[in-house]
């Protein structure tokens, strides 16, 4: 049942992610660029943190 | 004597550049803040490791002392319509009020109480709560913004909203026109991104000054590791933006862009070159002198190859017919207004397109009256009002470059920092770090040129082509003006003066010692940190 909640949560998330593109796109396009782009700005820095870890690990079990 | 006198619209239009400008060496840095501090956030609740926990609570903490005196500062504005610009209140109230009020809702109901959970959310809420929280401060601050730049598109390219003549105003036509405006779109997109640079830079550089004096240096690492990437992402993103809002201005504001590329005459050929450097004379209405790259001016602005771009002095060549159909809108507008007759309506709406060309007239005619202009005055007068259909040169060439040479100087940066962070160098680049420290300011410098081009580029109108700025502004007297002046520019150095004490003192402070080195003398834990067994968590 957990899952099948989780599943529809995304799903209906999808579902509103989709119709936002399709009417953001539509009539704003640097709004959703900005939705998209912002996203995508926090995650790759957030890649980089979770990188530095793996370096600083990586480092401890060479030395 | 006239109606509207030229030195008290002077004065207006310096008290709110003065408090815009203040208030905007606040805005940025809560714009990038509040998304950085949503991506450490998120890292530490991948990770699971303290230290970003205690990166996102300490750079808040100087978030927060940003937000709280910044936001004062920007209240200021809203009433100065009200008080300044009356003149434009009443003419585009209907439509300007609808996404000031929205802001302010945004604001003060959103965003401060997300911000209230935010900071004393952190033992009472789950971790993916609190997270949200966090996001939401973020997107609530964002979004106050978007309906400020959203009123500026307005004034930029006015959509949505027809005139008046029964009202005598600007009537509110269509919301969604008005909020999906190209230019308020990308507008916003180039000020909130231009607000992450500023956030990004911010953080690196307190981080650098960390590394330099040999202190919290694992938190610093990790610091400039995720503001390095963040920011590059992010300055990337503001040239791709500024090149749109460029190709809008193109576009919408064919004086703004002129003056921007300090072009006085029509290219005629796809060799005209894009002017790295220009000493434009705006009485001589020539350059001085010029530098400049053949072959990049047309594909630039127009994003073709062999479109022209028009000239300053063919721009205003080009107003002379608008400007007498303007006056002539203008005169039916007044007859209308007395007879309510459908022959001087008619008349109107032939020339409603022009009618701001008309307003800007009135500065010319004698006793500022369109009635009281002779058949013999008129081509005087015509050619003086063709004279001041285009903004300042000088100021708009040289705005917009220093906020476009910022940008590339911020991509470098960036680069190199990102670069260096992934090859744990850091350290060993001292002349670097200290670069970064210094360079905390500018990308709030670029913003406030970026105003600078916005703003002056747009005279001599206030809403661009409908209402010049000297019919925008009230009719205080001069006293009045200066007085108020002095006040707001005193109270506003107060406040900057409060936010570098308190910025300077906790940045200096540090989030607390966790590296092993001994704190230096005079540096302490910020109080908020300074809780029993905090110190000696370990963060590798
Ligand atoms: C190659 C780089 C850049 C280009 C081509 C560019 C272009 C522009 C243009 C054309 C405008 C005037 C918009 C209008 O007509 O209203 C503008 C405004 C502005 N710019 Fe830039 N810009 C650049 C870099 C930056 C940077 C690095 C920042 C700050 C970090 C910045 C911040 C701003 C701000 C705050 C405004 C005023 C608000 C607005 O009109 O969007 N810009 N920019």
Known sequence: MKTFTKFLGLAVVLLIAIVLAVLCGDYGPWYFAWLVGTTMIILIAVAGGVLFETQLETQKKGS | MP????????????????????HFLFVPLTLGMTMILAAMETTYVITGKQVYKDMTQFWGKLFGINFAIGVATGLTMEFEFGTNWSMFSHFVGDVFGTPLAIEGLMAFFMESTFIGLMFFGWDRLSKPAHLAITYLVALASNLSALWILIANGFMQDPKGASFNPDTMRMQFNSFVQLVFSPDAQA??????IAGFVTGAMFVMGVSAYYLLTNRHKEF?????????????????????????????????????????????????????????????????????FEIGVPYVLTPLITHT????????????????????????????????ST?????????????????????LAQQNAPNQDLNAITPAEMPAV????????????????????????????????????????????????????????ISIPAPILACEFGWITAEAGRQPWSVYGWLPTFQAASSHNVGYMVFSLIGFALLYSLFIAAELYLMFKYARLGPQSHDHAAPVAGTGALPMFAKPGFAAKSWE
């Open chain 2, 3 to 22: 109606l509207i006198d030229p030195t008290v619209v002077d004065l207006s239009r310096l008290q709110f550049a003065l408090t815009a400008l203040y």
């Open chain 2, 187 to 192: 507008k916003f997109v180039h000020t909130s």
């Open chain 2, 220 to 288: 610093a690492a990790r610091s400039i590791r995720m503001a390095a990437v963040f920011g590059l992402i992010s300055t990337l993103a503001v040239v791709t933006l500024g090149d749109a809002l460029g190709r809008l201005d193109d576009l919408l504001q064919p004086t703004k862009i002129a003056a921007i590329e300090g072009l006085w005459h029509t290219t005629t050929s796809p060799a005209a070159p894009w002017l790295v450097a220009a000493l434009p004379d705006d009485k001589t209405q020539s350059n001085v």
């Open chain 2, 305 to 336: 190859f062999d479109k022209s771009i028009p000239g300053l002095i063919d721009l205003e060549g080009a107003a002379g017919p608008k400007i007498l159909n303007g006056i002539k809108a203008i005169d039916a507008l007044q007859q209308y």
């Open chain 2, 339 to 359: 007879t309510h007759d459908a022959a001087s309506l008619a008349t109107f709406k032939q020339y409603e397109d022009d009618m701001g060309y008309g307003f």
């Open chain 2, 382 to 437: 015509v050619q003086q009002t063709e004279l001041d259909t285009v903004p300042n040169v000088f100021v708009t060439f040289w705005a917009f470059r220093i906020m476009m040479f910022l940008g590339f100087y911020f991509i470098a940066l960036f680069a190199f920092m990102a670069y260096f962070s992934l090859k744990n160098q850091l350290e060993n680049n001292r002349f670097l770090l200290k670069l970064c420290m």
